[in-house]
């Protein structure tokens, strides 16, 4: 089968690359790109452990493939952190413990990050229902959701802030 | 006083993990996250009946696919050394030839038949699609009970029948009890087969290094000191030319703690092909080829007073092991014996468990492993004699207790509980649950066909494994060693594997703690046979017990070395020193003092030795646990009945469990609210589902259920701290408690909420549909 | 995991999507969000040579309101229907069938025009369109076709689409005034779909159960009207007890189909609970009750 072009642009860095049109957008970006964060959990779309933004978007990068990511841009969970400074989220799951084995942590980190740009403040029925997408097996989900509450009220703080405030 | 004293303890203290940083920036690295030079990919092509001869294998087609590299049948493999191995249950337990692939006959659904070597996973793939495998469908042995009946098909033909082992167990006047007894209450309960989902699937990366006959093995296991001299057998290896990685292990829950076929495969390829070989499974593959747990049918009969007072136990077990055995697989079930007297008082005991051999996949260790099952039928027999009885669960459970007073306490199932103190766990939870409201509330009867029930549950579990006489061919011990760098800084190595535990923060509190320096000087090093020179592994809640126990007598033994540096540098007697606050100082004149790093720099420079004494501050110590341990806990439950549709509504839950000293709180309740969240979805949601032919019909994520978190309320969490006095950190161990201890707790919740309906037990998982079944039967629905 | 080797095709514009499809034929298959064809792909239970994606088609997008009805886009994500003040505020019942769909990531990529494509007997909005009366909109290589809901779900994820024909637009009458609706949903725990999913419509006039219509998804091997249900209520008291008498015939005239989530018998059961609870919200939404 032919291989296709593709231009793909992964936390800022624009890629080209000749592709087989049945690879994977997951496998593009562990295996291409070895951006190797974002992880395989199922093959039905129901784990979520693949979850990456496309256009700011949460998807699961699992149920695309890569020819359809052409020309879009996407953010995985090692385009978060911006010089050096962890994203609020991930923040949230360190302080809150909301990880054990961290499998499952980069593609929930990311649904995460989508729930806060589109509510800023979520309710813990919210947030819970938010994270329906994204399976974890060690926390019971308790600390995940207190790892959310923590990135929310941080993020809420900093936009208090003045701009150009540090 | 001194800065010494000063110094904020760590164990004990809320302390964020130094594993997250890797992991929530991306950059853990695990097993498929390395990608070797020239490496390959295997396939599995495995056997889609549950009971077939394999007639013929064509692999032509597939050896001719664009990228293969090799394809290969039970017949191609010369150089693996006999079967997979399993740990019996008894001395004449029939073990069933486990070969890497099976050649005859296929023995359940996703048994491995033949494997692709590839260039990439695409090209492995496709040509797995191009092995053509005839079979002739075989009966299939799927039900337990079924499996037990003279005539049955036989998974192994070789044997007489279907039971692999039989284990009992008889302690006291049992007949008697019975006899005498004032009420008998009798149940058949099944603790159903479950899956371990692991976020991450099993995944193996083996590169075999023919200059140096060498061969190292990353794979995602719990176990990898257990893994080395199994694969160097099987290859016909020395020990010590072969390496086991377990890197960043993606979740474990017991089925990780097992060997399997692919990571002997992987390294024969390896070594055959000169190039690393990699499988990763799918997660459809996962659910038929990485064991399972549960799958046990319990048949029992409790004898008690009038007042209460349970008196004998009668119990038969049928465990299902599946076509072959996991490496724990016949263990497990006897887990169940050792543990079914839970927390009370039970004199007279018999106990019969049958292990058997079906045509699905092996069972093994899944979190708990035995002691679920045996908590869930003791704590379920409770409430229905409770029932029987007209009396409240929990005053039955307070009139069975084993007393405080009497600990060290032997069962009847002759296990010696070190200590325990359940009455104020029991007393704890009652209060937070607010059972006296909501036995009010509950009077005033449904609400628009709602019920709201409660369950209330004690448990104890063994754990914290060895002994090693209880765990032949592996041994229950676990090392520590304890290094002092020249610079001060301190190394330890564990021969545990934590994958998710959280060790490498919580032996750093411990080391930090003892020595008195900053946890950045400290790195723990663990699940590398090249760098920690011996282990068991991590599994049975005995990471901090067993592992954590082997570095503080490390540290103690590196602190007498210290002393004896320091005595000579400061020419004092070592008798009369002390070591904390990250230095060695004299006791009564803590300013009279060398630092860590001082002592450090003297055990590595010659000039600095005092006489006999060996350079280097370091000390390697196994700790051999002299007995299990025993933690316990009392967790309890509210929930909501909608009798129109069978749904469940969890509406509480609280916990409050006791696992000796707490080395680290917010590992803790994590391991707590992971575990109850396990055990609620074994209650409510899991179901592995083979039909009569023996086919998987839960055999993805779209049929195998697991729970979200919008299903969950907020776990309320306690504790009270009963020190292990037979463990040097006073830990029991608290992996397990929350997956042992919810079933029963939320299935008596509902129980007791259909109670107005009559009813008084339903089997696990329950589903709305088999709550709303069970509400029909009883004959008074809303 | 790994699908089977197909060829790419990324038109821009449904003529060149018709144009591919009229090509390759059977071995052609539409792409739009992929949540239902890409993980059958990766299972090998799909394998098409040729795959034609309809993403980077432009001008599929778009939920408008056109006066007697309101017009959607095939290619509209479930994520941008849930969140539409549009539907929320006139079409209650697709909206929240819409936000039921599996979970975020999957209606931030699913399409509203895949989904009805599909027909996956799960699926959740094929008795939402039953319900509303929807018209489905059908381009093919001679023209424009509009195929009403009820002609449009044939058999077990088969519609009345031909093979070269591409849905387009999917349009929505108004709903009088005076009507409610809600979409009530028994999930499946572990892959979301529906096992019930019952769209209410209901319309009053004063005291009286003006019109009701019940779509049914999940259930049989297509979505169907629960008729039975809607003739017994229409004209009957706005109240409760009317909603629970026909609420009984529900599940009338549906073959359930059964499976290891939920029998034939179950679903049957769940189809007069879920009508009776959805019909009871609708109908307080009908009368400015919530």
Known sequence: MAGAHVSITVNGKSYEREVEPRLLLVHFLREELGLTGTHIGCDTSQCGACTILLDDIAV?????????????????????????????????????????????????IMSVVGLLQANASPSEQEIRHAIHGNLCRCTGYQHIVNAVQYAANKMAEGAKQPIGAD | MTSQVDIPKLVGARVKRREDPRLITGNGQYTDDIQLMRGLHMAVRRSEYGHARITRIDTSAAKSMPGVVAVLTADDLTDVLGP????????????????????????????????????????????????????????????????????????????????????????????????NAGIVVKQRMESQRLQGVPLE????????????????????????????????????????????????????????????????????????LGRPVKYVETRSENFQATVHGRGQLGEYE?????????????????????????????????????????????????????????????????????????????????????????????????????????FPYQTASGMLYESANYGPALEKALQMIGYDRVREQQKGGPENGKYTGIGVSTWTEICGFGPSAALPGVGGWEMGKVTIERTGMVTVHTGTSPHGQGQETSFAQIVADEFGVPMENIRVIHSDTDKVAHGVGTFGSRGTTVGGAAILMSINKVKEKMKRFA?????????????????????????????????????????????????????????????????????????????????????????????????????????????????????????????????????????????????????????????NPMNPLGAKGIGEAGTIAASPTVVSAVVDALKPLGIKHIDMPLKPERVWRTIQAAGRPS | MIPSAFEYHSPTSVEDALGLLGRFGDDAKLLAGGHSLIPLMKLRLAAPEHLIDLGRVQGLSYIRDEGGAIAIGAMTTHSAVAASELLRSRVAVLAEAAASIGDVQVRNRGTIGGSLAHADPGADLPGVMLALNAELVARGASG?????????????????????????????PVLPANTGSTYLKFANQASGYAIVGIAAVVTVSGATVADARVGVSGVGETASRASGTEQALRGQPANADAVKRAAQQAADGIEPLGDIHASAEYRSHLVRVFAERALNTALGRAQGRG
């Not at chain 1, 996407?74 to 413990?97: D, K, M, N, Y």
């Not at chain 2, 030839?97 to 793939?125: F, S």
């Not at chain 2, 469908?137 to 039900?143: F, I, S, T, Y």
């Not at chain 2, 909608?642 to 749904?647: C, K, L």
Request: with cysteine; aromatic share 8%; charged share 20%.
């Open chain 2, 84 to 179: 997979m191995p399993a740990a019996p249950a008894t001395p004449d337990t029939k073990i069933a030839p486990r070969n890497v692939l099976t050649k005859d006959k296929a023995r359940h659904v996703g048994d491995p038949i033949a494997v692709v070597v590839a260039e990439d996973r695409y090209q492995a793939r496709d040509a797995v699609d191009a092995i053509e495998v005839e079979f002739e469908e075989l009966p299939a042995v799927v039900d337990l009970e079924a499996a037990m009946q003279p005539g049955a098909p036989k998974v192994h033909d070789q044997f007489d029948d279907n039971v692999a082992f039989y284990w009992t167990l008889h302690t006291g006047e049992v007949d008697e009890a019975f006899a």
């Open chain 2, 302 to 406: 409790i004898a008690a007073t009038k007042d209460g007072k349970v008196t004998g136990l009668r119990v038969k077990i049928l465990a299902d092991l599946g076509a072959y055995q996991g490496f724990f697989g016949n263990v497990v079930p006897t887990l169940s014996g050792l543990m079914l007297t839970g927390v009370y008082t039970i004199p007279a005991l018999h106990c019969d468990i049958y292990g058997l051999f079906t045509n699905k996949t092996s069972t093994g260790a899944y979190r708990g492993a035995g002691r679920p099952e045996a908590t869930y039928y003791i704590e379920r027999m409770m409430d229905l004699l409770a029932r029987e009885l007209n009396m409240d669960p929990v005053e039955l459970r307070r009139r069975n207790l084993i007393p405080t007073e009497a």
């Open chain 2, 201 to 272: 699937t099993r995944a193996i990366l083996a590169d075999y290094q023919p200059g140096e006959d060498h061969l190292t093995l990353w794979t995602s296991t719990q176990a990898p000191h257990l893994l080395k001299p199994i694969i160097g057998g099987m290859l016909g290896m020395p020990e010590n030319h072969v390496r086991v990685i377990a890197p960043e292990v993606g979740g474990g829950f017991g089925v990780k703690a097992d060997l399997y076929p692919e990571e002997v495969l992987c390294c024969v390829l390896s070594r055959r």
């Open chain 2, 567 to 723: 005595a000579n540098m400061m020419d004092a007697n070592e008798d009369d020193l002390d070591v904390s606050g990250g230095r060695v100082w004299v006791k009564g004149s803590p300013d009279k003092g060398v630092t860590i790093g001082e002592v450090a720099a003297a055990a590595y420079f010659p000039a600095a030795f005092p006489p006999d004494t060996e350079p280097g501050l370091e000390a390697i110590s196994y700790f051999e646990p002299p007995n299990f341990a025993f933690p316990f806990g009392v967790h309890a439950a509210v929930v909501e009945v909608d009798s129109a549709t069978g749904q469940i509504a969890l509406k509480k839950y609280v916990a409050v469990d006791d696992c000796g000293t707490v080395i680290s709180p917010l590992l803790v309740a994590g391991q707590v609210h992971g575990g109850v969240a396990q055990g609620i979805g074994q209650a409510f949601y899991e179901d592995v589902v083979y039909d009569e032919n023996g086919q998987l019909i839960s055999g993805t994520l779209m049929d195998y259920a697991l729970p979200h978190a919008e299903d969950f309320p907020t776990f309320e969490l306690d504790r009270t701290v009963t020190p």
């Open chain 3, 144 to 172: 424009t076709r509009t195929i009403a809901a009820a002609d449009f779900f044939t058999d077990l994820l088969s519609t009345a689409l031909e093979p070269n024909e591409v849905l387009t637009e999917i349009r929505i």
């Open chain 1, 60 to 108: 699961k990068s699992c149920t695309m493939f890569a020819v359809q990511a052409d020309g879009r841009s996407l953010t995985t969970v090692e385009g978060l952190a911006q010089g050096g400074q962890l994203h609020p989220v991930q923040e949230g799951f360190w302080e809150e413990h909301g990880l054990q084995c961290g499998y499952c942590t980069p593609g929930m």
